[in-house]
């Protein structure tokens, strides 16, 4: 079992937010809160300002939180998928027919939980997929600075302070290596559905 096979598994919107989760390393209430004024896709990044939680927005976890993530190729595909003709910067990536934020407890009960279920799979939850995420950057030699950065970690520790001084460059090659642990094969691999690339 692969987390590609989960990922394909799922339906969407599950789908996507999963394989986001497991790119980005984001918290699923930072990813539900992502705003379309948050991302830039042409310069390959997106912002994490605030994060919701039961539907409602709030303050990020803490300062280093709040923090640039550069975007691999993948991840641009996904989000260019799911964006609309006519973009509205504040409305939200993810959100229901209202505009109101996703209900994580409703997609992992509707939809994660039934998938892992029918794979054999038990504890899976939207966390998992963050851990996923910091695997994979390990499995390429991440530093431990950008991981934490990467991830929005607070950390005293002066080693990490070091490594996180140099985020910006470190950051993208430990992005773009781990997404190549997801696909293999390149720009040709089938992980998705309408955001494959083949």
């Not at 499995?139 to 005293?156: C, D, E």
Request: net charge positive; glycine share 6%.
């Amino acid at each position: 079992m692969t987390i590609q096979t989960l990922i394909e598994k799922l339906p969407d919107p599950s789908h996507s937010i999963a394989a986001l989760l497991a790119l980005t390393g984001l918290r699923i209430g930072e990813l539900l809160a992502l705003r379309w004024q948050d991302v830039d896709l042409e310069n390959a990044h997106l912002w994490v300002r605030q994060t919701v939680y039961e539907g409602h927005f709030d303050e990020l976890k803490s300062k280093r939180s709040k923090r640039k993530l550069p975007l691999a190729a993948m991840s641009i595909l996904i989000v260019r998928s799911l964006q609309p003709r006519e973009v509205d910067p504040s409305k939200l990536v993810f959100s229901a027919r209202n505009g109101s934020p996703l209900s994580r407890r409703n997609l992992l009960n509707r939809q994660l939980k039934p998938v892992c279920k029918s794979l054999g799979l038990a504890e899976v939850n939207w966390h998992w997929f963050r851990h996923a995420h910091a695997t994979l950057l390990d499995s390429v030699g991440t530093p431990l600075g950008t991981t934490q950065a990467l991830l929005g970690h607070s950390s005293p520790d002066m080693t990490r302070e070091v490594y996180i001084g140099s985020v910006s460059e470190d950051a993208r090659q430990a992005v773009e290596r781990g997404e190549t642990l997801l696909d293999p094969n390149g720009p040709k691999f089938r992980i998705g559905r309408k955001w494959q690339v083949l």
